[in-house]
């Protein structure tokens, strides 16, 4: 709840000194990728979701800043092969995001823009849960707040605003020290500018 509360007071703030004030939902598609220094044979990346809103403020120069609260579910698995089974280990988590973006636009024209951004993002894991060949393990030991880091490109095209990103986890997210655990996300979305 104070999340969202940050979050309109820093969107009503931008309404109130700025400009040029953009403002609206948006939905990206994402594909995660497990980064650790466990042994595994294969990867199979996991698709997943984010919805949220931003606001962005543009500056009269070619800088703007973006903020964002999104709800994120996002999954992937590992593998290990022998001679006589495969076992998977599934990981899945559900978060609520924060995340603060500077952009620089590369350059206009007459019904849109593009653009380039970046900027830090904090992930509040509110559900949690590693699987074992469809069967979830009880001993996960997944941390609950992690930081991220993004960036991206993006195209605007009248009120829609397209992008793809790509989203590393900064912090580790196995509390177990013997073995780390992190997340690389690439994700494609668009959102709906009514502001």
Known sequence: MRKIAFLIIVITSFQ?????????????????FIATDLEYDEQTSGSGIQVG????????????????????????????????????????LRAIDSNIL?????????????????GPGLSSIIKDEVNINGT???KADIVKRSW??????????????FALRYQRTLTDLNNNPDH????????????????
Request: no cysteine; charged share 20%.
């Open 180 to 195: 780390s655990l992190r997340l690389n996300t690439v994700l494609i979305g668009v959102g709906i500018k009514l502001l």
């Open 102 to 118: 500077l952009g620089f636009k590369i350059t206009d024209f007459d019904f849109g823009r593009f653009h380039l951004f970046a």
């Open 136 to 138: 979830e393990y009880s």
């Open 148 to 161: 991220d880091i993004h960036a991206g490109l993006g195209l605007d095209i009248s009120i829609l605003s």
């Open 16 to 32: 109130i000194h700025s400009q040029t004030f953009e403002f609206g939902p948006h939905v990206l598609m994402s594909s995660s």
């Open 53 to 92: 809103l931003f606001g962005r403020l543009l500056t009269d120069k070619r800088l703007y800043f973006q903020a964002e609260i999104n709800y994120d579910s996002k999954s992937a698995t590992v593998s290990n092969i022998d001679e006589t089974q495969v076992t998977d280990y599934n990981l899945k």
